[in-house]
């Protein structure tokens, strides 16, 4: 897929940056159906080449991150070899850099949650919780609410199994599911439906 056939998924005034970042590469861009257990991702091919594939039904601004998200491996493993981590301090050092080049394509509320996760980019989108809320990622429905809503001892269902959220571990929510005994760990922006 052509830079120019990306346009319509993006925000305006991105094409000069792609332009910048893919014009050393040979890069296929793939635009697949939602898929819940990823918004996009990057290899690198048998011929030296590479794929990034983004879901179809982003928003445009959080496809443009997601597509700044994959293209920082591509120039991170170019820059700094294979052998690093792939979400180490190279990739963040370079997604850093980019998101602050990129600024400018990312509405005004927008931004300062763009500086703010650049400070420190994270390999997950979900473990930001100001981008998680501004682009509602989460597949919700109306009688859904985050867990952080929640109160200890409340009851909830995910995924069609009860729970009850016992308290709060740092940053998370432990919760005992009700039919099988185990705890697991819930995140904060987790959309959960609370049982009256």
Known sequence: MSIQSLEKYLPQNTLSHLRNWFSDYSIHIKVTRNRNSKLGDYRKLRD????????????????????????????????FGRRISPHGNEWKHTFRLMLLESLDVYEDDLK????????????????????????????????EIYVEHLSKG?????R????LLEGLIKKNYLCLNLATGRKYSFRALARVKKCN
Do not use: C, R
């Open 154 to 158: 409340e009851h909830f269902i995910y």
């Open 160 to 163: 069609g199994e009860k729970y």
């Open 48 to 79: 030296l080449s590479h794929e990034i594939t983004i879901n179809s039904t982003l928003a445009p601004q959080l496809f443009f991150f997601v597509l700044t998200h994959e293209l920082a491996h591509l120039i991170a493993f170019e820059k």
């Open 112 to 143: 300062p949650i763009i500086l703010k996760f650049s400070k420190s980019p994270k390999a997950n989108f979900m473990a930001s919780p100001d981008l998680v809320k501004y682009f509602h990622i989460e597949n919700q429905e109306d009688d």
